[in-house]
């Protein structure tokens, strides 16, 4: 992507986990571009694609105040690894302009010596923990290194912030949330991830157990992720979730596997 920041849109955004949108919504910036290559990303054009605007630095600073000033709960990068220079420098800028929590929204795929910049600057960790097997991170995102960095990468991201606190209204201020998106023929590898979490985080981590897994018609898809995940596969996954002890977490009914809780990639707002 180069040095320069490209984003796609910056909105309230009202489909994240409850304590992340609230009732004012998520304060969402959607970055362009990204470091993996998932064939079945639910935003493709702006990931694989190239839709997207050039914003300065400063242009960046001024969104997140627009943001905050719409009501945001919180500031929403969405998708911002490769643009970490840029977004740090942002984060400096607005040191005693914004009071409210700035979230590192990303795929997992981080350097831990990148993470560490951002000490200080980001109280919410919302990762993605995709895959533990090699075969499945190449086939699926061009990446076979994908779990060697992302388990890493949310251990320094707990070091950093820890467990899930709470405001007043219930919104988060703090803490690390793990996603993980449950894929068709994939359980097996679900079922690892829960397990290596239950082994190397502690007690009071919160986990995203996500259901929505969308097939897109114009996708060029591996035949294994054609059809939506069934009610069996999740079922097996959130039994192991309750089975390991998780004390803290959201699950989601499937009807949540559904193109209209995507956002439209119109250059709003930036």
């Excluded at 910036?29 to 990303?41: E, I, K, Q, T, Y």
């Excluded at 005693?96 to 980001?122: M, Q």
């Excluded at 950093?160 to 201020?173: D, F, M, R, S, Y």
């Amino acid at each position: 992507m180069g040095q320069a920041v490209f984003a796609a849109r910056a909105m309230l955004h009202y489909f994240e986990e409850p304590i992340i949108s609230g009732t004012r919504g998520s304060g969402t910036v959607f970055f362009s571009g990204c470091p993996l290559r998932c064939c079945f990303c639910q935003n493709y054009p702006i990931s694989h694609g190239g839709m997207g605007k050039e914003i300065s630095v400063e242009r960046l600073t001024e969104i997140y105040k627009e943001l905050q000033g719409q009501g945001a709960h919180n500031i929403n990068l969405v998708n911002p690894t490769h643009f970490s220079c840029a977004i740090l420098e942002s984060l400096e800028r607005s040191r005693g302009d914004i009071t409210i929590p700035f979230v590192w929204n990303s795929s997992g795929y981080e350097r831990v010596e990148t993470l560490k910049c951002f000490e200080g600057h980001i109280q919410v960790y919302l990762p993605d923990l995709k895959y533990m097997s090699p075969a499945l991170s190449a086939l699926y995102s061009g990446a076979r290194d994908y779990f060697d960095y992302a388990g890493k990468a949310i251990l320094e991201m707990y070091r950093q912030v820890g467990p899930v606190c709470l405001n007043a209204e219930g919104v988060i201020e703090k803490g690390l949330i793990i996603r993980h998106l449950v894929l068709p023929n994939a359980t097996h590898d679900s079922i690892k991830l829960l397990y290596w979490m239950k082994e190397n985080l502690p007690d009071d981590i919160t986990i995203s157990l996500m259901g929505q897994y969308t097939p897109f018609p114009d996708h060029k898809l591996p035949k294994g992720l054609q059809r939506k995940l069934t009610s069996r596969e999740y079922g097996l996954v959130v039994e192991t979730l309750y089975k390991l002890g998780f004390k803290y977490g959201f699950i989601q009914d499937l009807e949540s596997a559904s193109t209209s809780y995507t956002p439209q990639f119109d250059l709003t707002g930036v």
